[in-house]
């Protein structure tokens, strides 16, 4: 099976987003285009992902977090995107919240995925705690996993530091891991980061890459990649 690696699409410009699709067209690995708000909010963003040829997989990484009926209906204003494959939620958001979402995205597209966002991997253990939070990541991680899996999300989103213990919990849910660094990077604004072949080996069924993969030469960096993974 391929494995499956997320393609963080963090820039506006639409230039750089044709060399990234352009150059990571391989047959040795699944590809998935992840837009977040930086793009998604930009003059020509939305456009641009809604003429994304369906032959090709899109996340759209809204990260979305408020009360379930505004989750539900910024879902419902997503309903011309027809090419979406998944979607994220914010798990913090609770039971209620992430059950509407998922209710909302079966409405507009049946092959939508809502992945839960647990703890981002810029959050190191103090610095959760200074946000108030008593549980340790792990368990906090753990906690808003199982919520996911019982208000019916297709995945969630976690450090492959976590990834191993929500496995054991969530068997037929996707887990997808950012915080990925190939060897010798930089771990620049992440605190929770792993090699690509170590997530895969905690159990996650894909991985985000975004600066490792998109600065400097692309396919040498997937070339890279894809030793890593052998």
């Known amino acids: 099976m391929k494995k499956k690696i997320f393609i963080a699409c963090d820039t ?22 992840k837009f977040g ?12 992902i809604s003429k994304i040829n369906k032959n090709k997989k899109v ?11 505004t989750v539900s209906a910024a879902i419902y204003s997503l309903s011309d995107l027809r090419n979406i494959n998944y979607l994220t939620i914010h798990a913090s958001g609770g039971f209620e919240m992430m059950k509407s979402a998922k209710k909302a995205a079966k409405k507009i597209n049946k092959n939508l995925k809502i992945l839960g ?7 190191s253990e103090t610095s959760i705690r200074n946000i108030g939070h008593t549980k340790s990541i792990k368990n906090l991680v753990l906690l808003q996993a199982k919520l996911a899996k019982k ?3 297709d995945g969630i989103v976690c450090s492959g530091h976590e990834s191993k213990i929500i496995r054991k919990t969530c068997k037929n849910m996707e887990i ?9 990077d930089n771990a620049q604004d992440q605190k929770r980061v792993v090699s690509p072949s170590q997530s895969f080996r905690n159990g996650a069924t894909g991985i985000v890459i975004g600066r490792s993969l998109t600065r400097g030469n692309i396919q040498k960096n997937i070339e890279k990649l894809i030793q890593e993974l052998k």
């Open 151 to 153: 208000a019916g999300l």
């Open 37 to 48: 708000l930086e793009f998604f909010n930009s003059k020509k963003g939305r456009k641009y």
């Open 59 to 69: 996340w759209l990484d809204l990260k979305l977090l408020d009360i379930p009926n």
């Open 117 to 123: 966002v647990t703890v981002l991997t810029s959050f």
């Open 12 to 33: 506006t410009k639409l230039s750089t987003i044709n060399k990234i699709i352009k150059n990571t067209q391989i047959k040795e690995l699944e590809i998935v285009y």
């Open 176 to 184: 997808i891991t950012p915080g990925i660094r190939l060897k010798g």
